[in-house]
């Protein structure tokens, strides 16, 4: 049973352009939520996808925005990126309360 | 929203040495996870334990829900211990989690 699946591994973008990153939740789970990690901190909600629709948002500006196909799979895009959108971007799938993280995508903007 | 506070942020020990990892919350949570991160940036659940007691090997973890605190005990360290310890809550019918500042183990020989 294939655990969260995240790609890319790694990215570099420069400033002003798009990314989008790709997550596969765990088999059977429904729910993804998506966290960035800042160097030297702990993760901060950026939203949590259900049922294609985003459930919830942390405080993030509106350049984030995701999407959940049919699936259960889902995207982050980040428009205009600046330099402190730098971090690791984790992906976290759930059937319930506990959730089961990806290994990220570690995202450099230069 | 809720705030989560870990201690101690660092923490350096011998291998073989046992310690205890503390998670301090400020309002009632129904979701309590604790977390190994590696040095590659995988996050490991370790217990999911919004009250009560679990042991698994050498981790084991306690919650007092009443007092919104959490502990994690490691016991005979190893150097693959080393990482860092995230406690992250959710509170309400929120299933977000809110993660604390970690702290950062170093095992050594």
């Known amino acids: 049973d294939a655990g969260v699946t995240q790609s890319p591994t790694h990215l570099i973008k420069t400033r002003g352009q798009q990314v989008t990153l790709r997550c596969s939740p765990k088999s059977g789970h429904d729910t993804v939520s998506w966290y960035q990690q800042a160097l030297g901190q702990g993760p901060q909600f950026i939203f949590q996808?259900?049922?294609?629709?985003?459930?919830q948002r942390g405080n993030f500006p509106d350049r984030f925005s995701g999407h959940q196909f049919p699936n259960y799979s889902s995207e982050l895009n980040v428009n205009a990126l600046l330099l402190g959108d730098s971090a690791l971007y984790l992906c976290?799938?759930?059937?319930?309360?506990?959730?089961?993280f990806g290994a990220g995508t570690r995202l450099s903007v230069l | 929203g809720i705030q989560v506070e870990q201690s101690p942020p660092d923490l350096i020990l011998q291998e073989g040495a046992n310690s205890t990892l503390r998670c301090n919350f400020s309002d009632s949570v129904n979701n309590l996870q604790w977390f190994h991160q590696n040095p590659w940036g995988q996050l490991i659940n370790l217990f999911y334990i919004p009250s009560g007691t679990k042991q698994n090997g050498r981790l084991s973890a306690t919650t007092v829900a009443t007092e919104r605190y959490s502990l994690l005990y490691i016991s005979s360290s190893q150097t693959t211990d080393s990482g860092v310890y995230f406690c992250a809550v959710a509170t309400g019918t929120a299933s977000k989690l809110t993660f604390g500042t970690g702290t950062r183990l170093q095992v050594t020989l």
């Open positions: 976290a799938s759930s059937l319930g309360d506990f959730q089961y």
């Open positions: 996808y259900y049922e294609e629709e985003e459930r």
